[in-house]
């Protein structure tokens, strides 16, 4: 009787195997079944979204006064008032005779020249000033007006590019803060023809400059798109008492004659002794001014 209850207990359990496997096949048929209805409702989701991305470029089509058009920059900028020629080709998409086509940009217009089925100009753009340009299309003293497409940094893409950093450290003592030596990294990169020519490290004290290093760069790269590294030592040591504040940053001009400020390293204490922190810190690591002659050119100014 012993015998055959052993057999019943080790069939019983070879049972129990063949059920566990068969439930783990299932749970993993179920997972993919899951996982496959997933993948579907997102496939759905995304041809779903690509309809109505096509139902609006259709619609937005449809409704535009132009059959197509054309923006496309110049190279190289004007030295002397940093302009860039801007060639405009319009291809309304109804033309009859004593249609006129302009292009009107921060409160001017210029007309236009036909050729053959389209309208085209070139015009000189300041690449400080805001880059919004509307087409005008007029006929029978009727006017109607269309959007192009608009640029409120056009100067980044004929400005250097920079980036840097400052690695030191700080320490207080005495009723002094004291910023000891340390590193300041720099990526200078190159845009289009414009590469830097001089390059100095200025440390300054409440407006004051107390030192200016010149940086050798003449090893670097005049290519376009290239970027530049820059390891520069700063000074040993400056001390801050109150009400004092220390900037340090890279001077630089470039071949245009623009000169761009960029802070590595800002620290103020205020008046009882204490470091000020600012928030967002906006003053390390960024362009605060672009000058030319030493007019301050129109990009955004942190004080």
């Known amino acids: 009787m012993k015998k055959y209850s052993n057999y019943i207990i080790i069939a019983l359990i070879i049972i129990n195997i063949f059920n566990i496997f068969k439930i783990n096949n299932l749970e993993r048929s179920m997972d993919n079944y899951y996982l496959q209805i997933v993948s579907g409702i997102n496939r759905n989701n995304s041809e779903i979204s690509n309809i109505y991305s096509n139902i609006d470029s259709i619609l937005e089509k449809q409704s535009s006064l132009l059959d ?51 309208f085209e100009t070139t015009i000189d753009v300041d690449i400080f000033e805001a880059f919004q340009p509307k ?26 590019q920079l980036e840097g950093s400052y690695n030191g450290s700080t320490r207080y003592s005495n009723g002094k803060h004291i910023y000891k030596g340390g590193k300041i990294e720099l ?11 001089k390059v100095s490290i200025v440390y ?19 290519e376009r798109n290239v970027t530049n590294f820059i390891n520069a030592d700063i000074i040993d040591e400056v001390e801050l008492s109150t009400n004092e504040v220390l900037t340090v940053y890279a001077n630089i001009q470039d071949k245009y004659s623009i000169n761009y400020k960029y802070v590595v390293l800002r620290n103020e204490v205020d008046n009882n002794g204490e470091p000020v922190f600012r928030r967002p810190e906006w003053s390390n690591g960024s362009i605060t001014e672009i000058t030319k002659n030493g007019k301050v050119l129109n990009v955004p100014n942190y004080r």
């Open 135 to 160: 087409v005008v299309i007029s006929q029978n003293e009727i006017q109607k007006t269309e959007s192009l497409d608009e640029y409120y940094d056009l100067y980044n893409k004929f400005l250097l």
């Open 187 to 197: 990526r200078i990169t190159n845009t289009n023809d414009t590469m830097p020519e």
């Open 68 to 118: 197509s058009y054309k923006i496309e920059f110049g190279e190289s900028l004007n030295k002397d008032n940093l302009t860039v020629p801007v060639k405009f080709t319009i291809v309304p998409k109804e033309y009859s005779e004593g249609i006129t086509v302009n292009i009107q940009l921060n409160d001017e217009s210029f007309i236009l020249n036909k050729k053959v089925t389209s």
């Open 204 to 222: 300054d004290i409440n407006g004051s400059t107390l030192r200016e290093d010149e940086i050798d760069i003449s090893e670097f790269s005049n």
